[in-house]
């Protein structure tokens, strides 16, 4: 299957699906020197399977990851990084309620048009790789730890529920099993949550990631855009249904100087607004740097359906017991971890961006 392969510089291969033993990913150009341990990749791996207790839901993944090669005493060799995750939640071929049932809005069809299927197997489940992509982004993360760079994630809003701005703050973040940091908003779609499970539905909800500390000019005007890098890292998450910077779709109702983030000039000069959160020109300008994820509900979650099989024969698909009411919680670290990926694979880009940089690099290194 081709498309399983992200970057130029820094690059990640996830490999696996639901019916294997393993899944993981080879992470390329991770630089030499930098220390990392299995225990900080799994950090972020129990990031995203701990919401299943506190948020309506009953799909479980327990993944421990073992770093293969690419460490030694703890530290890069410069090598590829390849990362190993067992599949506890491994599915027996043919254990569907309907075996061969294209399951409607998850993507069987277009995957029956392009790659066949047989009655045991229909489709090679992306989902279960978000688990290896979330361990690649961990050593992205840490690459921009050392320069300064941190990152913010958080639930913005689940159904019709939004957070106030005004309202929010980290100790509440921390608090909040929804992962939003407004403490009301939180209540307030903690309760929208369980009646929706009550239900036997599910809800759609948005992800937030403010990152900071990220220097001015990384990215390109045109094509290799920092937005565009960005985005095409995040929509490559199943069940992401939009990308917006900044203000995003808001700014299309505006006035040009109602949306423009002007300049105050003092010691040193900074904007006065980040409606374009962060790139401007495709490229960095040295602000917060703010994405924002739109994620679909699960459209099978907990309903009968009446669909067909393979073969186009007509079948009902039963109500799925194991499903996320609400996504949002756990997919706020893969969102995370895309966004850093995205951002230290054009940072190395712009390393040789001006001879200056070259000369100095290589001058220290004499």
Known sequence: MAGSVFGKFFTCTAWGDAYTQGIGAVVDGVPAGLKITENDIQQYLNRRRVWAASVPAKRHESDFVTIASGLENGITTGGPVSLTIMNSAVKEKGSATVPGT???????????????????????????IQSAITAAGAIAVKIL???????????????????SYANCSVDALKKSPLLMPDPQASAEAMEYARNVAAEHDSAGSTVEVVVTGMPAGVGEPLFGSLSAQIASAVMAIESVAGVEFGDGIKSSTRKGSEDCDSFAFGDEIRKLSNHSGGIEGGMSDGSEIVVRAALRPDPWAGQDHDTFNVHGTPVSLSAREA???????????????VVAMAIVDRLFENMSAKIENVKKFYDEAK
Do not use: N
């Open 145 to 163: 730890k050392e320069i300064g760079v941190s990152f913010c994630t958080y639930v913005s809003s689940v159904g019709p529920v939004s957070i």
């Open 102 to 128: 294209i399951r409607p809005g998850q993507g069987d069809l277009a995957m029956v048009a392009k790659y066949g299927a047989t009655t045991e197997k229909v489709t090679l489940y992306p989902s279960r």
């Open 323 to 337: 499903y996320d009411v609400v996504t949002a919680p756990r997919l706020c670290v893969v969102i995370e971890s």
